[in-house]
C-alpha cells in the first residue's frame, strides 16, 4: 500500500523547494527505491504463476471501474470518525450473524456505565497534554500544501485497497476493511484544518474559552463511543477466534485425548470454521494442531473428511454406524470454555458442516477456567432421558492451571450435541 504513497514525496519536496529540478534531484532516489521493489515484487508474482502457485487475491490488482468507485468511497468513508455507527450496518463473524443493534445501540444509562477506569485516565492525559500544548500552540495559515497532503493520506491509502480484486467485493457500504493508519490520520490531518476554519471564523462572535470547550466535549464523546465500541467488537471476536482456541489447547493439553489409541483409532473434529486449524489457502493442520498441544500425532479429519469415508452414499440419509471414532468439540467465550470427547457410535450428515444428532459413549469433557466456575453438567441418553448433576460428582481426571478435566459418570451412549453446562451452553 506504500507504492501510491510517494506522492506524498513530492508534495514535501515542491512545499519545501518549488523549483521542478529540486524536486526531481530530492525525489529521484525514492522512485528509484520503488522501482527496485516493484520490479522485485512483480518477478515474484510472474515466477509464481509459471511455477503454477496460486496468488493472493488481496494482492491482485482488478481494473473494474465501478467496483473501484464504490470501495474506494466505502473505505474512504470508513477513516471518517462515528461512520461506522451512521452505517449500523449487520454484520457477520465467520457464520455468526451479528446485529447492529447488539454493538452500537446504547442509552444513555449504558454509555455512562460502560466507561471504565482506563477512559478516564485516558481522558486525564489528553486535558494534561492539552493545557500545555495551548500555551506554546500556534495555529498555522493554512494553504493547498495542507490540504493536499491530507487529501493524498486519506485517499491514497483508501485506493489501494479499491484496486484490490478481494477487497472489491469484501468492502460494502458499512462492512468497509478496517482503514489504514494512514487513511485514518489523513482524514484527523484534514479535521484539523477544518476545525481551524471554523476557530477563526466563529471566535468573531464567540469566546475562545466557549469554541474550545464545545470542541474538547465532543471530542470526549467521541473517544467513549469509540472505546466501548472497540471494546465491543474486539469481546465478540474473541468469541469466534480466542477463546474456543484457548479451551481447545487447554483440553488437549490436559489430557483429553489421553485413553484414545492412536494406531487403531481415528479423531473427528466437530468444529467447522476453526481457523487457527487451517492454512492460509484452507489446507487442514488439524493433525499438526493435535499433535502440537497433545503429544499424540493421530489422523485427524473434519466433518467432510468423514462423511467421504462412507462408501455406501445412500447411508447417508440415515444414521451410520461407526466404530474407532473419537469426535472432539470444544467451544468457548469470556465466562469459561467446554470441550468434550466421546467414542462416536453413530452420526448422521447434513449441509451445514457440522455432524447431525451424533452418539457417543466414554465421554470425557474439559472446564476452562474464566470469570465464572460452573456447577452443573447436562446431558441426553440414547434413550431420551434427561439427566443433570454436579460437575463435583464427575470422575476428575485432571487438573491444570487452565482447568479440570472429567469423565461422565455414564456408561449409557449419550446425545453429544446436548452435553453441557447448564446456565452456560
Known sequence: ?????????????????????????????????????????????????????????G??????????????????????????????????????FIP?????????????????????????IFLFLWIEIRKRIHLPVLSRFHWAFGFTLLFGSSLVLALSEKYQNEILPGLGYLPVFFGYFGATFLIFCLAVIFYRYLKKT????????????VFVVVFLLNQQSNRRSVALMNEEFLYPRQTGEAALQAGILREIDPQREILVENNPFNLWEQEWSGGSLRDDFILLNSGISIQTLGVDELKEQVRDTDLLHEPVPFSDVRVLEYSGDQVTGFAKMGKLVQTGFDESGSLRMPIADDIRFFVRKGEKEP????????????????????????????????????AHAVYFDSIGLAGYQ
Open 375 to 410: 456447577e452443573v453438567i447436562a446431558w441426553t441418553t440414547w434413550d431420551g432421558a434427561g439427566h443433570f448433576a454436579n460437575i463435583s460428582e464427575q470422575w476428575l481426571l485432571q487438573e491444570t492451571p487452565e482447568g479440570r478435566l472429567y469423565k461422565l459418570d455414564d
Open 59 to 96: 494482492t491482485t490488482f482488478s481494473l473494474d471501474i465501478a467496483k473501484i468507485l464504490s470501495a474506494w468511497l466505502n473505505q474512504t468513508s470508513a477513516a471518517i470518525p462515528l461512520s461506522y455507527r451512521m452505517a449500523g450496518n449487520d454484520a457477520t463473524i465467520l457464520k455468526r
Open 206 to 217: 464567540i469566546s475562545s474559552d466557549t469554541i474550545l470547550t464545545f470542541g474538547i466535549s
Open 100 to 124: 447492529a443493534s447488539e454493538i452500537f445501540s446504547q442509552s444513555f444509562a449504558e454509555f455512562v456505565h460502560g466507561i471504565t477506569w482506563s477512559d478516564v485516565v485516558s481522558i486525564m
Open 1 to 57: 500500500m506504500f507504492y501510491p504513497l510517494i506522492l506524498l514525496y513530492f508534495l514535501l519536496a515542491w512545499h519545501s523547494q518549488k523549483k521542478w529540478r529540486r524536486v526531481l534531484s530530492f525525489c529521484i532516489p525514492f522512485i528509484l527505491i520503488e522501482g527496485i521493489l516493484l520490479s522485485v515484487s512483480f518477478g515474484f508474482r510472474f515466477y509464481s504463476a509459471n511455477m503454477g502457485f496460486d496468488t493472493y487475491s
